[in-house]
């Protein structure tokens, strides 16, 4: 690898590092059925990339998510975030317990369960 291309590899290393990660929920639509999985993310842009690297491997963790990939293509399917949280101006500020909240609420709005979509209920709900 040349000075040039190691010059600006690192370049736009430090340029990712530095710009703001979107704290929020995101929905996987399948087009071609309806169904979705609706995740949270405390860097949306990131999660996304991962999950399309992962179908595209067919190495998605959720299993019926990757049938369907594997069944309508990746075209069948689009990716959005739906909300995000505005970080709070302090030091100590951990949008943990903020962003749960926040996919509980879609969760509950889009009912992404059984034949509707591809999460699975947790324990209690």
């Known amino acids: 690898m040349s000075d040039d291309s190691k010059a600006r590899r690192k370049a736009l290393i430090d340029e990712y590092k530095r710009t703001p990660k979107t704290v929020g929920v995101y929905v996987i639509r399948n087009t071609r059925n309806g169904k979705c999985y609706v995740g949270a993310s405390r860097d949306v842009r990131a999660r996304l990339n991962r999950h399309q690297r ?42 943990g317990a903020d962003l749960e909240v926040l996919e509980q609420l879609w969760l509950e709005k889009l009912e992404p369960y059984d034949a509707r979509g591809y999460n699975r209920r947790r324990r209690g709900d």
Do not use: C, H, S
Request: glycine share 8%; hydrophobic share 30%; aromatic share 12%.
């Open 54 to 95: 992962d179908l595209k491997a067919n190495g998605e963790r959720v299993l019926a998510l990757q049938e369907d990939w594997n069944r309508y293509g990746g075209d069948a399917f689009e990716f959005e975030t739906v909300d995000t949280l505005e970080p709070l101006d302090r030091q100590d500020y951990d949008p």
